[in-house]
């Protein structure tokens, strides 16, 4: 995430799930169009929590597999694949035709539009996105709740695309490879590389300036695509001005910094 810090089946042997055929009562606005209900009545269950994987443990000598300096599209993808089966480990996903819809759109128009998307559901009601590597990218029904329109949601996803196409998840990958004193994270295996992205992605958050590139980047997207705008600084708005602000708030810039910032440069485009 992350602007708020997948295969389409679910959990370990689950079957695959689409998220457009569940319930379509009590929610008004943007989860009837998706046609994925409310939270409270798709039968929301907790998610595991990330597995505990010391980085002292996980980096630890071997074949070597990627030299993170230099990662060609086709191993952000199996990166990305790899990450993927410790998501499913962790919680219920699946897929959405409109959610697959909008995150498409918008991938057209970005800047590492030849990655091959991936757009998944994960049931949790914590308000919720983000991005690993290679094209996925996941979003909370939480989230989608919380949205009034398309717009809004489009603006969520559209941050994440960002993280992408800036390559924030390898970037924290090689920094944490010095921070560890590890002489490279290319010495890990598949399986563990892809545990420590995967607590990356999760656990830690982005810096600062990956924030503000991505709401940046995003915005672009945004309007490239054809949605409104406005719709990034709206909804962080009303996001900020809940009674409970989401928790990914506490590892993202000051919303009241980043609206400001996206409202000058919709000013700016005008």
Known sequence: MNLFHKPQTTQRTQTKEDFSRLP???NKGLSL????????SIGLSAPK????LPFQDLIVPGIQYFQLSNLSTKQKVELGSNIHQ???RNYRIGTNANVTRIGQRLARVSSCSQTPFKFYVVQDASINAFATTGGYVYV??????AADNEDQLASVIA??????CNDDLVKRLRQTQLAQGAASLAGLDRSKLA???YRLAIDLPNSREAEFNADAKGLQYLQQAGYDPNAMPAFLKKLASRPSPPAFFSTHPNPRERIAVLERKIADNR
Do not use: C, F, S
């Open 140 to 145: 909370h029904t939480g989230l989608i709740n």
């Open 195 to 197: 545990a420590v992205a």
């Open 33 to 40: 169009i998706l046609g994925l209900g409310t939270a409270a």
């Open 159 to 164: 941050h994440e695309i960002a993280h992408i």
């Open 86 to 88: 410790q998501v499913r």
């Open 24 to 26: 379509k009562k009590l």
């Open 49 to 52: 929590p990330a597995e505990a």
